[in-house]
């Protein structure tokens, strides 16, 4: 079953790796998904690669009509699927809709708001209901001979294209008002039928100086029913090295540990709004960041003597965005190499 079906994610980093193999997870799972990053073939080239997987069963009408979606058509063009594919002629269009991309550097403020302007109005294609921070550069250089314009690159890249996208997808959540978020497709019919009874609370709150416990007792007291509406879910990919000291990797861990701790804060504030934000803490995992690092000394130190792969690292996204509960879910994801 398609529990993701019909809900609309956004991912940053989609055109390639980690990023590429949570889009294609989500697509498989019936979300309709746009691709985010700078290079507009590497986007195309991710695009066909999710359409091409022979694995995908064309099944429902489209539903998104972003800016995105004319990139999307742009891209069919030149880019069509091997003659192999299972998609053909309507269902090839339908399914099509569903992956698009838009080209965007996450440090940049205005290109997320005017992304997002695309997204205002009603309806169900206006909706974004799961933002995936995957956009990421790395660093292999001790601090001492790390150009400062490298730093500043990895910090705007690592952390503040993350703190913007959870700033303004975040704002767009918001004004998601039915219960089909994603942690609908699992939630009880309890939690859905007391949705629209819930008080505004977070980041809507009027009242910010109200604490946690008070917010709890007077809910009870006023016999407000428990839960809040689910408005959509956030997964940032930090890393491994946010919480392990690795030489040459100072101020990329400092991003990385950066996106820990807006994971947190975001929790509690967004949280109480109904926009679960969730972190996965990947160690080694095998794609073109990692060219070149697949040596014995580093295979020897992880417990289960392997990388790991994208599709791992997907599957561990999904649990994050499928669970209802996972709020502030920290999960490391490293084959153990966090407990050596
Ligand atoms: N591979 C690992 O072992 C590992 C471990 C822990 C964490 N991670 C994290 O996982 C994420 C994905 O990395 P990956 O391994 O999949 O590497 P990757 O294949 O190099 O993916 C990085 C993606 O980020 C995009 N990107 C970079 N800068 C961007 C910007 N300013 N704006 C928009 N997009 C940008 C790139 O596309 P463009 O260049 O076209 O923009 C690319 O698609 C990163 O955040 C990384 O830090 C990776």
Redesign the pocket.
């Known amino acids: 079953m398609r529990s993701l079906l019909h809900k609309q994610a956004l991912i ?2 989609g ?5 590429l193999a949570i889009a294609r997870r989500l697509y498989l799972e019936g979300c309709s998904v746009t691709l ?4 507009e073939s ?1 986007l195309q080239r991710a695009q066909s690669l999710i359409l091409s997987h022979p694995s995908h069963q064309p099944s429902h009408p489209p539903s998104h009509t972003s800016v995105s979606a004319s990139a999307s058509s742009r891209s069919s063009a030149s880019n069509d699927p091997p003659a192999s594919s299972p998609v053909s002629n309507a269902q090839d269009d339908n399914e099509r809709t569903r992956v698009s991309y838009h080209p ?4 940049s403020a205005s290109s997320w708001q005017s992304l997002l302007n695309s997204y205002t109005g009603d309806g169900d294609s206006k909706r974004i209901d799961i933002l995936i921070n ?5 660093q292999r250089s001790p601090l001492m001979k790390t150009p400062v314009e490298e730093v500043e690159e990895l910090l705007d ?2 952390l503040r ?1 993350t703190v913007l996208g959870c700033k303004f997808v975040g704002r767009a959540m918001l004004r998601n008002r039915s219960s089909s978020t994603a942690s609908s497709t699992t939630s009880t019919s309890t939690s859905r039928s007391t949705a629209t009874s819930t008080p505004k609370r977070g980041v809507e709150q009027e009242d910010k100086g109200r604490g946690v416990q008070e917010g709890v007792k007077e809910g009870v007291q006023e016999g407000v029913k428990e839960g809040v509406q689910d408005r959509g879910v956030i997964v940032n ?1 930090a ?2 090295l946010a919480q392990k000291g690795v030489i040459g990797t100072s101020v990329y861990a400092a991003a990385k540990a950066g996106v820990v701790g807006l994971t947190n804060s975001l929790a509690h504030e967004y949280g109480r709004s109904g926009i679960r934000v969730n972190a996965v803490l ?4 095998e ?4 060219t070149g690092l697949k040596n014995p000394s580093i295979l020897q130190q992880i417990p289960l003597g392997r990388f790991g792969t994208t599709d791992e690292v997907a599957d561990a996204a999904l649990f994050l965005i499928k669970n209802p509960y996972a709020n502030n879910c920290v999960l490391n994801l490293d084959g153990g190499l966090s407990a050596v």
């Open positions: 940053t980093g055109g390639s790796g980690i990023g985010l990053g700078r290079t590497t965007l550097n996450v440090t995957c956009a990421g550069i790395t890249t690592n294209g990919v890393s491994l990947p160690g080694y995992i794609t073109d960041m990692t």
